[in-house]
């Protein structure tokens, strides 16, 4: 968690000089090499004291978007928040507990998803809810064949 130092001086070299110390060419490439790790582990290991998790998120917004990948970008984080919310993978009953374990996976999970993909996230929720995959189902990454059924690439 920051102490306030991640908005001062020059946001993107700060988070861009991190990645590259660690040796990728890319946020993209720095988050995907840690698949399930939270947006916030992602901006600790970059740095704790300087680096807000909405920083990693808007940086991996920008180069999805360069190279068209938006939709692996919902993927990815909607990986990132089951990940984090549902640890033993999907749950076997959605009694109260479970579904609403769910719903707060989902809703992170939309709210970190860009407006041109918000409509298929809504609908993405709502089939997971009313048909859910097997007990136990947690996606490792955006490459997930359920989750490429769900939301299959479209970009160009």
């Known amino acids: ?5 991640a ?13 590259r110390e660690r040796g990728y060419d ?3 490439a720095f ?3 840690r698949p399930t790790a939270s947006l916030l582990a992602l901006a600790d290991e970059l740095g704790p004291d300087d680096i807000a998790a909405v920083q990693v998120f808007s940086g991996l917004v920008a180069e999805a978007e360069r190279s068209h ?32 374990k769910v719903a707060v996976a989902l809703a992170r999970w939309s709210a970190y998803t860009p407006e041109t993909h ?15 995959p097997p007990p136990g189902w947690l996606p490792r990454g955006p490459d997930d064949e359920l989750l490429l059924t769900l939301l299959p690439d479209e970009e160009a």
């Open 26 to 28: 890319s946020l993209t």
């Open 1 to 5: 968690m920051t102490d306030g130092r």
């Open 31 to 33: 988050a995907e090499a």
């Open 118 to 132: 918000e409509e298929r996230a809504k609908k993405i929720g709502d089939a997971l809810l009313a048909t859910p």
């Open 69 to 100: 990948k938006v939709t692996r970008l919902v993927r990815g984080q909607l990986v990132r928040e089951l990940s984090l919310r549902l640890p033993n993978g999907w749950p076997a009953v959605l009694d109260d507990e479970n579904r609403l």
């Open 7 to 19: 908005w001062e001086g020059n946001i993107k070299a700060r988070l861009y000089e991190r990645v």
